[in-house]
């Protein structure tokens, strides 16, 4: 048997809505008599033929015709509930599954309002559906499996473990329910299941293009155009000012390779689960006011992995707490990489890119160009007199002959 144990998705949030929905399915499983009692489980059930009836829709999906029913159901929502709710958290995840849960539902009853007999039940719609999210916002990025052999005939029994991608585990699964709904057509388990992934695609998708989630650059469109990563771009240079635009933090470090080490696998393995548990750490740093200790112990997981990267909200955090803690070099450093990354939602991070520039670089041409693509309309109110002073303090010193000071490393 096979169990999804983890994944090397950046996850920001703990599971907690996903752990309670599996309480939750074990518990009515308990209730509707183990899926054994059928007088119990009936009234859980979505029934074909009944017209519309939305309690039926959430009903159904928290029951389950018996043990493996379950089991293997909850095992794929641990999967997938970890990769969508680590990333966006749970006050945004319970409507995202819950709306899957409806949608799958209402398309049901409409479906089938002809059919007089027949009844689905399970969390499998819901599943998918967060299965298609996964593979619209980390595609590359893989889920880790631990299973055993066991050979009963000889009492042997062997562990082993393997990492697949999401894209990878999507496809199969897709692929073979849309076959078997091409073969088997009409009201059926392939049915319920691509309709589940049907209403978590166009979801993924807004939210993605929307910015409503940290992907990263590594989007399933990102993929497919061959652009994922941070570094997925040519022609990089170093320099604040470099002909292409690019900063000093967005060149890549070498990855170390040590030719002596043949258990590759392995040592990916841990140094994702250490990677995982560091960042959690400079996440929790962040948010103690840490910031100093916490851009630290991030250069140093990006000297190993120099993709490894923070979210939006910590991003902003950081470099905030850096510029409040005087150590303007890191702060420069976050700014820069927050104006790159996230360049629709970064007014703020310009203006104090170019309050930085003017007072501590002493480059007013400098942060004049910061700030020359700025609209007036994206900035709040409370900036506004700042950009406005930083601009003709700029121009001031330009027409006083200020010269920017070259910039050293």
Known sequence: MLFPTGTDAPIYHFPVATIGLIAANVVCFCITGFGYNQGAIDPWILHYGNGLNPAEWITSSFAHAGLSHLVGNMLFLWCFGLVVEGKVGWKVFLPIYFGIV????????????????????????????????????????EIHFEGAFVGYGFGM??????????L??????????????LFWPGMSTSFLHLLGSLAGFPIGIFM?????????????????????????????????????GKTYDDTPIPLPINDADSDTKTRRKVDRSARRAALSEINRMIDEGDVLTAADELFKLRIDDPTICIGQEKTQQLAKGLLKAEAFD??????????????????????RMAQLLL?????????????????????????????????????AQIRSGVVDAEVSW
Request: net charge negative; proline share 3%.
């Open 208 to 244: 993605l293009k929307k910015e409503l989630v940290d992907c990263e650059n590594w989007d399933l469109f990102a993929v497919m155009k061959g652009t994922h990563g941070r570094f997925g771009e040519k022609d990089w240079a170093l320099g604040y000012h470099s002909s292409v």
């Open 168 to 181: 990878t585990l999507s496809l199969w699964y897709l692929g073979a329910n849309l076959v078997s709904f």
């Open 102 to 141: 409806a949608f799958s539902g209402a398309v049901t009853d409409v479906v089938t309002l002809l059919h007089s007999h027949g009844g689905c039940l399970g969390a499998s719609d819901a599943i998918f559906g967060l299965m298609a999210i996964s593979l619209v916002w980390a595609p590359k990025n």
């Open 157 to 166: 029994s062997r562990a082993f473990s393997f990492d697949v991608t999401i």
């Open 330 to 351: 890191e702060a420069e450093f976050w700014l820069q990489e927050h104006i790159d990354r996230f360049p629709n939602d970064s007014a703020w991070a310009r203006v």
């Open 359 to 395: 007072t501590q670089r002493q480059q007013p041409r400098a942060c004049i160009a910061t700030l020359e693509h700025l609209d007036a309309a994206d900035l709040p109110e409370s900036l506004k007199p700042l950009a406005a002073k930083i601009i003709s303090t700029a121009r």
